[in-house]
């Protein structure tokens, strides 16, 4: 930690922790939300059957196209009958489907008037292409951080719970080590888990063993079965689980208290996940703001080492 006059001058995590609290905002009125986010909270309320989540996660991904569809249409591209689709739109509070494509319209509407007419734009290039679809996931990421009451209760939640199991197999491996990393800056006791089978069995159950509460995992495509199964292991154990993840609906999502659903980028071979990483962080500020105290003393601790030993280079 360097000196200015006598006194410490502060690491830039320091100064982070130390200015960039999390403030509670008022929530957008449903109008300025994203379509994605708006479909996500139509569809999120009910415990759907995997039918009729396959129907909401159809609608999601082609709004545009989507709302306009004839019952029948629907059920022809979806690959389900009828029928399934009328008791999908009376799961979701709707009197049937009419009444159900009015208000997918309407939100489809939204979104193509905010649309840039793209016959007035240059067509970009794959690569460009993907930031584009990155930019689109951050701005419906900022339009959910309208209101961060969820973020900054999971995040007290998350740093009360000793130890703090983080779980992430397969791909999602490289944004639990991420978290995991930083959390061990303000956290004293964080445990991480990237192997599946029984090897996560045997971690979430010490963790809960040891007095741990929860479980942040992540789980990006492809979803593994493994996630699943470790994630009702850390239930059973009497765990709750905390989910980072690119889809509001589905399996993984029902074994979850909380979920936190945000978009991945596709465009391009691999995934890319500017999105979670933002989100990821914004749920580090919240631990952080959980106990200032505790997070001032653990950074200046390791900023001692970290001098001592000469981690850094000197910029």
């Not at 045997?202 to 996630?227: C, I, K, N, Y």
């Not at 990821?280 to 970290?306: I, N």
Request: no cysteine; net charge negative; aromatic share 6%.
């Amino acid at each position: 930690m360097g000196h200015e006059g006598g006194a410490p001058v502060p690491s830039p995590q320091q100064a982070r922790a130390q200015a960039s609290a999390i403030s509670a905002g008022k929530p957008l009125p449903e109008a300025e939300a994203a379509p994605t986010t708006r479909l996500r909270a139509l569809f999120d309320r009910p415990r759907l059957s995997p039918g009729q989540r396959r129907i909401a996660q159809y609608l999601i991904e082609h709004i545009t196209e989507a709302a306009f569809l004839s019952i029948t249409e629907l059920a022809e591209r979806v690959g389900v009958s009828q029928p399934s689709v009328t008791r999908f739109a009376t799961a979701v509070g709707f009197s049937g489907y009419p009444a159900l494509r009015e208000r997918l319209q309407s939100i489809a509407l939204s979104k193509l008037a905010s649309t840039p007419d793209a016959a007035e734009e240059a067509r970009p290039n794959e690569l460009q292409a993907a930031v584009d679809a990155e930019i689109d996931n951050l701005e419906n990421l900022r339009r959910d951080f309208a209101d961060p009451e969820q973020v900054i209760e999971t995040g007290r939640a998350l740093s009360r719970s000793a130890p703090l199991t983080v779980l992430g197999l397969r791909i999602s491996g490289s944004l639990a080590e991420y978290f995991a990393y930083a959390a061990r800056r303000i956290h004293p006791d964080v445990r991480l888990v990237t192997r599946g089978g029984s090897v996560a069995y045997d971690a979430l159950l010490q963790s809960r063993e040891a007095g741990g509460t929860w479980v942040l995992a992540f789980t990006m495509p492809r979803h593994a079965h493994e996630t699943l199964t470790a994630m009702r292991v850390a239930r059973r154990a009497g765990l709750r689980v905390a989910l980072v993840t690119d889809l509001g609906l589905g399996p993984l999502a029902d074994e979850a208290d909380v979920v936190f659903a945000t978009g991945t980028g596709s465009r391009l071979v691999f995934d890319s996940y500017a999105a979670p990483v933002i989100l990821s962080a914004a749920l580090l500020q919240a631990m952080t703001d959980a106990d200032p105290e505790r997070t001032q003393a653990r950074l200046e601790d390791y900023e001692q080492v970290a001098d001592e030993h000469a981690f850094f280079l000197k910029d």
